[in-house]
């Protein structure tokens, strides 16, 4: 496609309840990341894939997070179990350039959890 | 590891009116550093990039911003700045030894007035 899509824009979970977003990358683009960004924060990094191999989790704030890409291309980031910090704009971006940090962002999934 | 710190949190500037955008950052290694915009409810899209080369790097808009090694800045500038650009600015900064993974300052608000 022409840009990162991610999906769905805005999100309402009740406590406890599991959620998945799902991010849908420039086409050909091998490197794809996932961002929390907290309200008035700069984003913050969770995972990294390249291509179907995620390379990096560190960033992921527990084991109630879970990512996948599992043929290279679309991703899905999963909350288990969310609780109101969960609360965040997840931004997910591709590139073909990751070894310099040029990231193309999809407009993120606003998730809030109450 | 690598961080960023963004002095600014926001800056309110009259329509015309020249702006900079301070970014101070904090690394052991060489570093690509970078400046992304983002508009209310939208992604965040790339301003300019510094990844080697001249020091004085032009991008969108009318924007450009100095690499200063010895000062570990990368200040950004506009000569006179449009309604349009209101937006929250992020200063970012990546490195081969983080994995080229962006770690991002806490962003800056540019409120330009009529």
């Known amino acids: 496609g022409a840009g990162v899509s991610q999906s769905p824009r805005y999100k309402v979970a009740k406590r406890g309840q599991d959620v998945a977003l799902r991010c849908d990358p420039i086409s050909g683009h091998v490197s794809l990341f996932w961002y929390q960004q907290a309200l008035g924060q700069g984003p913050e990094f969770l995972t990294y894939f390249q291509n179907e191999a995620q390379l990096d989790k560190s960033g992921l704030p527990s084991d109630r997070f879970f990512a996948e890409r599992p043929e290279g291309s679309v991703s899905t980031l999963k909350i288990q179990r969310t609780q109101q910090e969960d609360s965040a704009v997840y931004l997910c971006?591709?590139?073909?350039?990751?070894?310099?940090?040029?990231?193309?962002f999809g407009e993120g999934s606003r998730l809030t959890v109450l | 590891a690598q961080s960023v710190t963004q002095l600014d949190s926001q800056v309110p500037v009259f329509e015309e009116a020249p702006v900079e955008l301070r970014c101070n950052y904090s690394s052991s290694v060489s570093v690509y550093l970078f400046w992304y915009v983002q508009y209310p409810n939208q992604g965040l899209q790339l301003l300019l990039k510094?990844?080697?080369?001249?020091?004085l790097v032009k991008g969108i808009n009318g924007f450009e911003a100095e690499f200063n090694k010895s000062q570990t800045s990368f200040h950004l500038r506009k000569p006179s700045v449009h309604i349009s650009d209101t937006a929250e600015y992020f200063c970012?900064?990546?490195?081969?030894?983080?994995?080229?993974?962006?770690?991002f300052g806490g962003g800056t608000r540019v409120l330009v007035k009529p």
């Open positions: 970012a900064v990546s490195s081969k030894a983080a994995g080229n993974k962006l770690t």
């Open positions: 510094y990844l080697s080369g001249s020091t």
């Open positions: 971006a591709s590139s073909n350039r990751a070894n310099t940090g040029e990231l193309f």
